[in-house]
């Protein structure tokens, strides 16, 4: 079997990878990047778009109903209905019914070379692809190896889960008509969305979260506002409490949970966390355990392996799970190693260097799609209290703005800042309601700038918008 050179190999072409390879070939070096599936990765075709694809039509329905003059030329119901088929061809359209051709022409119109096939390290600075048809490529990287193989749904020990057909993001995001019930087994993001999207199509749904709240990383009145708007929809939200087993009667999937209920339902959708696609990824063959989370330094680069040749971006590194923040991090890890390759090392250093992957620790936003919308910025205040700081939050009623009462009738929306009280900056910001999600870059400038609260002051903000937040919240806090 011959070796082909190459200067990067990248393991994994979703938008982790495929934002290392396209700023690494622009650079000038050559690129491989290896694909056991799409192009384009989970993000493409079986998480964030088609379940956006879901959600914005049954939110701007929502939204019209919030809206006199609109609403009654709808269809007269008022009850928030869309036409679902309509809504899931739409969906399809979007994942370009799973071809991944244009995703792979764009990848070729870059300058890298996409190797279709199952990559694994077989020591350093190597890469062996299996084919389907049972051919193996040898691949010798010159400069770095870069892993990006994403992450697989994590499946929590259930009696039965294996036997029932347990749905994950990919069946639930791609189901090919509405479900008559669905069970959801967690209340983090993925439940939240899920729920919130079937429900408004048609769906009756059961949400089993084990914590007392739902996204229990954010804010508690994100959580709290969340469960409310489900429970308003008729989702029937189980808190407190998990499923000890599932077992399939037929059409019927019986849950039990720990406080000894029953639940039944058409399917069940495991949403319970996500781990590392590391396994199989020959790990083992360059020092570390196979299926381990890729630990990495703020460069990107793996730690604990000789030579500063193997890197790892986006969701395999275990880090903020987030398409944005892997491509933040692929941003980084290309000029990374570019630089190394031109013996460039001096600009590596410094927090704020382009180099850097500062923001994975003090600024990681965060939009969830369910309604209200729930964006978010930087720490919470448990966080910041847990870092050390000494924070004081303020919160502002969005409706009270002149923009939130003309954005729906009976705008309801929250948004809290976590102020430093020593730097007096802002750490942390969480806005939910309807139509938030473009307010948050505001939001993320003010904490990735450190923006004393008193410059902030001349950040005037115009009316009537829903931005006025933003001075209502300096005015709480004081100034
Ligand atoms: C339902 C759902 C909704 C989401 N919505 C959002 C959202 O709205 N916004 C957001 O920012 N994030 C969202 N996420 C998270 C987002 O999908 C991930 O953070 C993102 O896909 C991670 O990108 P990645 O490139 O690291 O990995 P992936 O997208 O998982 O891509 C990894 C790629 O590597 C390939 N691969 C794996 N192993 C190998 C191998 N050995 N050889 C070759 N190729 C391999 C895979 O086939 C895949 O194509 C959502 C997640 C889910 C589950
Ligand atoms: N809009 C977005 O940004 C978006 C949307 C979807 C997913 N994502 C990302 O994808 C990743 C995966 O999302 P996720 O929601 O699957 O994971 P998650 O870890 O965010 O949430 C999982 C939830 O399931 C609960 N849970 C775990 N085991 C359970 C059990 N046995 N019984 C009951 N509840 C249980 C947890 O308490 C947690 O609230 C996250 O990092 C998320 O940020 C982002």
Known sequence: MSTQEIDVVVLGAGPAGENVADRVVRAGLSV?????????????????????????????????????????????????????????????????????SSQADWIGSTGALLVRGRGRLSGERRVEVDHDDGTTTSLAATRAVVVATGSVPTMPPVNGIHDVGAWTNREATGAPRVPGSMIILGGGAVGCELATAWRRLGSSVTLVQHGERLLPTM?????????????????????????????????????????????????????????????????DTVGMRDGDVLPVDDTTLVTGVDGEWLYAVGDCTDRAKLTHMGKYQARACADVIVARSKGETAMLGGRYAKTATTAERTAVTQVVFTDPQVAAVGLTERAARDAGLDVESVSYDIGSTAGGSLQADGYSGLATIVVDRE?????????????????????????????????????????????????????????
């Open 219 to 283: 804010e508690p009145a994100a959580g709290e506002r969340v469960l409310s708007s489900l429970r308003d929809d008729g989702v029937d939200v189980r808190l407190g409490t998990s499923v000890s087993a599932v077992r399939r009667d037929g059409s019927t999937v019986h849950a039990t949970l720990d406080d000894g209920g029953e639940v039944t339902a058409d399917e069940f959708v495991v949403a319970a966390g996500r781990r590392p696609g590391t396994r199989g990824v020959g790990l």
């Open 423 to 479: 730097r007096r900056v802002v750490v942390g910001a969480t806005l939910v309601g309807q139509d938030v999600t473009d307010m948050l870059h505001a939001a993320t400038v003010m904490v990735v700038g450190e923006v004393p609260l008193e410059r902030l002051w001349h950040a005037v903000p115009s009316f009537p918008t829903m931005s006025e937040v933003w001075l209502r919240l300096l005015e709480s806090y004081g100034l």
């Open 32 to 100: 491989a990047i290896v694909e056991s599936e799409r192009a384009g990765g989970e993000c493409s075709y079986w998480a964030c778009i088609p379940s956006k694809a879901l959600l914005r039509p049954v939110e701007l329905r929502a939204a019209a109903d919030r809206m006199p003059g609109v609403r009654e030329v709808l269809d007269g119901s008022g009850d928030g209905s869309v036409d679902a088929d309509a809504v899931l061809a739409r969906r399809d359209e979007f994942v370009h019914h799973f071809d991944d």
